[in-house]
Structure formats: structure tokens, C-alpha cells
């Protein structure tokens, strides 16, 4: 069945490190990838799409890679912020045209001052 | 520009009740998606639908569940004789188009609690 696994463990670093929360997905050929934000008790925030012909792209201070071989997405966050603490998600979207998401189970970062 | 709206933002339903949940979407966004968030778990999608059609419901429970999007009004999820395990927040989603490549954009949720 298909499988989407984001790292359970919160991540924890310092003030101005670079995070890297991992996204690992089974049994699936996604069409394009999208990584959220979501805030305790909020809607999660889209961030970055990439598509199944894109190696990487960036956006400020947020860089996603996307390796269709591997079927693993990285998401980077360079000079980390207090205010980057959040949950992460990375989902899923097939070849249908649904725009159907399927969802990680998400990745909690903390950035400590 | 009002982003999507969800209400009630929090709802509490005894045993055998019925909930509905309403979201109205983005202004000029006919296409709404419903997913469902348990507790310590990821967002599972329910439902896809436009404007009065259902388009995937493949993640819908089979049974006491249904959605809808009127013509004129917001959409709604129904929850009809609910139990415990209903709780969770309930996300609300639309988008402008359903291409593959439309980025959804999420209300704030109803968190549904069943006593």
C-alpha cells in the first residue's frame, strides 16, 4: 500500500543551523510534492510545490529537493528562526486529477534562541 | 480577501448526535477538499467536490458521512449518529482549478469532540 513516512522525532537545533526534515514515500509515483506548514491549532500553510521533473527549488530561506529514484523528498530551512518552529507535512499528489493529497504524519521542529 | 473559513471552529457533540461542519471557500475557488486530522496521526483526505457534484469520496467512511456543495452557500460535512471516535479537527480546503499543480489552501478547522 502506499506509504508516506516523515520522520516522527522532533527535530531540534539552534538559532541560525540548517534543518533538514526528510520525507520518504513507498509504493507511489507522485506527479508533483508540496511541503506545509500547520501551527498548533491551524490550517496547514502551503510553503513549496515541486514537480516529478524537478531536481530542487527555492524559495528565501526554504529549499526542497525531490529524488524520484530514491522516492525521497528533503526539505531545508537555512539560517533557522525561533518563529520556523512548527510542524511540517509533506503530501503527496498523483497523476489523477483529483489534486487528492496524501499526507505525512509530519515532523516537529523546534529552533532554539 | 477572507481566506477559507470553517465553523464552528470547535464543536462538541454527545454520543448519536449529528455534527455538520461548513466551510466557505476562498472567494472565485469553486473546489473543496475535506480532510480529517486524528489525534497524533496526518492529515487523511475525505472528500473532493465542486460546486453541487461529488468528485472523489474514496476517503469518505462508508457509513454516517456525507458531503455536499451547494450551488449557493458554503459546504458540509455531516456527521450523522456520532461516536468517540469522530474527535478530531476536521480541515477544510479549495482551490481555484483542479489541476494537478492548484495549491490548496486550508481554513482553520473544526475540532470536533464527542463525549
Known amino acids: 500500500s502506499q506509504k508516506i513516512e516523515q520522520n516522527s522525532e522532533a527535530l531540534n537545533i539552534q538559532e541560525g543551523k540548517t534543518a533538514t526534515l526528510t520525507c520518504n514515500y513507498t509504493?507511489?509515483?507522485?506527479?508533483?510534492l508540496q511541503w506545509y506548514r500547520q501551527d498548533p491549532g491551524r490550517g496547514p500553510v502551503f510553503l513549496l510545490l515541486i514537480r516529478e521533473n524537478e531536481k530542487e527549488k527555492r524559495k528565501e530561506r526554504l529549499k526542497v529537493t525531490f529524488d524520484t529514484t530514491l522516492k525521497q523528498s528533503l526539505f531545508h530551512i537555512t539560517a533557522s528562526q525561533p518563529a520556523d518552529s512548527a510542524t511540517y507535512l509533506c503530501?503527496?499528489?498523483?497523476?489523477?486529477?483529483?489534486?487528492?493529497?496524501?499526507f505525512g504524519q509530519g515532523t516537529t521542529l523546534q529552533v532554539k534562541p | 480577501n477572507a481566506g477559507v473559513m470553517q465553523n464552528p471552529r470547535h464543536l462538541v457533540r454527545r454520543r448519536g448526535q449529528e455534527a455538520r461542519l461548513r466551510c466557505s471557500p476562498m472567494k472565485g475557488h469553486s473546489h473543496v477538499y475535506w480532510y480529517r486530522q486524528l489525534p497524533e496521526e496526518g492529515l487523511k483526505f475525505m472528500v473532493y467536490l465542486q460546486k453541487e457534484n461529488i468528485i472523489d469520496e474514496s476517503g469518505m467512511p462508508k457509513e454516517r458521512f456525507s458531503a455536499e456543495f451547494p450551488k449557493e452557500g458554503p459546504s458540509i460535512l455531516r456527521i450523522q449518529q456520532v461516536v468517540r471516535g469522530d474527535s478530531a479537527a476536521y480541515f477544510c480546503?479549495?482551490?481555484?482549478?483542479?489541476?494537478?499543480?492548484?495549491?490548496?489552501?486550508f481554513g482553520p478547522g473544526t475540532r470536533l469532540t464527542v463525549l
Open positions: 509504493n507511489y509515483s507522485p506527479a508533483y
Open positions: 503530501a503527496l499528489a498523483g497523476s489523477s486529477n483529483t489534486g487528492k493529497l496524501i
Open positions: 480546503a479549495s482551490s481555484p482549478g483542479r489541476g494537478l499543480t492548484d495549491t490548496q489552501y
